[in-house]
Nanobody, 123 residues
Framework: QVQLVESGGGLVQAGGSLRLSCAAS????????MGWFRQAPGKERAFVAA???????YYADTVKGRTTISRDNAKNTVYLQMNSLKPEDTAIYYC?????????????????WGQGAQVTVSS
């Protein structure tokens, strides 16, 4: 069982940056693949980025080049650094964990979820 808690959301102007953090409980964090998803009002939850236990990173085309996912296994934490934010990035951002390889990109592939962090980008 893994418990996830996101932090770092907030209101930012277009073009600005924000870093989300996700703190995980459990002694086996380093063996989990971690993902970030987002859900805008009226839309389905969508993949943003993922990082494997080995450090391989994957990004949605909508955020590629503007976003970096990273992890610190010593701190049981995964980060999402978002730059050049756009109003269309406004959403609730969720951290998710998956214990089974290979890495997947669908919300249903991740059994563990955080409560979400609101990110609002003003124009």
């Amino acid at each position: 069982q893994v418990q996830l808690v996101e932090s770092g959301g907030g209101l930012v102007q277009a073009g600005g940056s924000l870093r989300l953090s996700c703190a995980a409980s459990g002694r086996t964090f380093s063996s989990y693949a971690m993902g970030w998803f987002r859900q805008a009002p009226g839309k389905e939850r969508a993949f943003v980025a993922a990082i494997s236990w080995g450090g391989g990173t994957y990004y949605a085309d909508t955020v590629k080049g503007r976003t970096t996912i990273s992890r610190d296994n010593a701190k049981n934490t995964v980060y999402l650094q978002m730059n050049s934010l756009k109003p269309e990035d406004t959403a609730i951002y969720y951290c998710a964990a998956r214990a089974i390889s290979p890495i997947k990109f669908g919300p249903s592939d991740y059994p563990y979820w955080g409560q979400g962090a609101q990110v609002t980008v003003s124009s």
